[in-house]
């Protein structure tokens, strides 16, 4: 079955402990991509992946780091976690940028 | 500044009304215009537009991008109280070189009541 996981699905922490939000998809696409969505604020782009080695920053971008080293992989790290990331976070990915983005079922993060 | 904006952000109708969202957005570098409809779990994916002027349709769903007046609007006909949701759109925009992110608007929130 064509999709996009993402572990864990729920996460409480506390602020400064470091966390990796694993994404994974089994459809061979190229553009991989990290969102957050918050309340009023919509769903904003924090990192995206043209291809394996090629990462740039979205639209929010700071507090995150992200790497591509195989074409499935996606993992979004947060090195210091804040009370403001606090959020519901999706990985999607798609055959390029243009093109229907599948989304994984999302990862909720309280930070304390 | 917003470059993809969408109207209204909310909007409350009855079963069997017909609703007309809007997507505007900025000109630069057009490559396509998405929309995706999200219930109370991950969004999914509703269409894609590319052309100007030609709708696509999927059911009581259809809509249409118009490249001159950098809009796209999606109809929903007939609505359901299925047809509750948040609709967003999205278009990519370059980002230097051949690197493009992929930016939303704020969404539609769509109530609609029996």
């Known amino acids: 079955e064509a999709q996009v996981t993402q572990n864990p699905r729920y996460l409480i922490t506390v602020t400064g402990k470091k966390l990796t939000v694993t994404c994974s998809q089994n459809m061979n696409h190229e553009y991989m991509s990290w969102y957050r969505q918050d309340p009023g604020l919509g769903l904003r782009q924090i990192y995206y992946?043209?291809?394996?080695?090629?990462?740039d920053k979205g639209d929010v971008p700071e507090g995150y780091k992200v790497s591509r080293k195989e074409k499935r992989n996606f993992p979004l790290i947060l090195e210091s976690p804040s009370p403001n990331q606090t959020s519901l976070y999706f990985c999607?990915?798609?055959?390029?940028?243009?093109?229907?983005?599948?989304f994984g079922p999302g990862t909720r993060l309280t930070v304390t | 500044e917003d470059k993809v904006v969408q109207s209204p952000l909310s909007l409350v109708v009855h079963e069997g009304d017909t609703v007309t969202l809007n997507c505007s957005y900025e000109?630069?570098?057009?490559?396509?215009l998405l929309w995706y409809k999200q219930e109370k779990k991950a969004p999914t994916f509703l269409f894609m537009l590319?052309?100007?002027?030609i709708e696509k349709k999927s059911g009581r769903l259809s809509s249409i991008l118009d490249k001159k007046e950098l809009f796209s609007i999606l109809n929903i006909t007939a609505t359901q109280t299925g047809d509750s949701a948040i609709y967003l759109c999205?278009?990519?925009?370059?980002?230097?070189?051949?690197?493009?992110?992929?930016?939303f608007g704020k969404g539609t929130l769509l109530t609609v009541n029996p």
């Open positions: 999607a990915s798609s055959l390029s940028v243009s093109n229907e983005q599948y």
């Open positions: 000109v630069t570098n057009f490559r396509s």
């Open positions: 999205a278009r990519p925009m370059n980002s230097g070189g051949s690197n493009y992110k992929l930016t």
């Open positions: 992946s043209m291809n394996v080695e090629v990462t």
């Open positions: 590319t052309s100007s002027g």
